[in-house]
C-alpha cells in the first residue's frame, strides 16, 4: 500500500499548566483524517487474500463476537497485534459485615483493551503540513 504523509495543522493553545504556563505556545494538530468504513476495510483486507470482503466481513464479525462472549465469561483474550482484551466493572463498596450483592453492587461491566505498544506505537510517519482549510503549505 502506498505510504500517504499524515496531515496537521499548527494551531495556538495558552498552556496553564507546567513550564509553560502563561505562554501561547503553537502545537500540532492531526487533519485530513477520515473514516475508512468497514466495508471498505474488508475489501482492503480482502485484496491480500483468497477471500472475498462479504467472506473477510464474516469472519471479523465472528472473531470479534466471540471475543465479546469469552470477555463475558471472564476470559482474558489474546487479540493478536492488537493487544488483548479483558473484562472490567464498577463495583460500588460496601462495609465489611454487609451482604455483597453483585446484581446490585456491581456496574456497567464492559470490554476493555489493552493495546500492543509494538502495533499501536507508529514509527514508520512522515508528516504534511496544511492550513486549516485543507492546502498544503508552500515548501521554503
Do not use: W
Not at 509553560?20 to 491480500?48: I, N, S, W, Y
Not at 456497567?108 to 492546502?135: I, N, W
Amino acid at each position: 500500500m502506498a505510504s500517504k504523509a499524515m496531515q496537521y495543522v499548527l494551531s495556538e493553545r495558552k498552556f496553564v499548566l507546567g513550564k509553560h504556563a502563561g505562554k501561547v505556545m503553537q502545537v500540532a494538530k492531526p487533519t485530513g483524517r477520515r473514516c475508512v468504513d468497514f466495508e471498505r476495510f474488508c475489501e482492503l483486507v480482502a485484496r491480500g487474500t483468497t477471500l472475498n470482503y462479504v467472506e473477510v466481513q464474516a469472519v471479523l464479525n465472528l472473531a470479534a463476537d466471540m471475543a465479546r462472549e469469552l470477555v463475558a465469561q471472564g476470559e482474558i483474550v489474546d487479540y493478536g497485534r492488537l493487544g488483548r482484551l479483558k473484562p472490567t466493572f464498577k463495583s460500588k463498596a460496601v462495609e465489611l459485615g454487609q451482604p455483597f450483592n453483585p446484581n446490585v453492587h456491581i456496574e456497567r461491566p464492559a470490554v476493555t483493551l489493552l493495546p500492543s505498544k509494538q502495533y499501536f506505537s507508529l514509527h514508520d510517519v512522515s508528516y504534511e503540513r496544511v492550513d486549516h482549510a485543507g492546502h498544503k503549505q508552500p515548501k521554503k
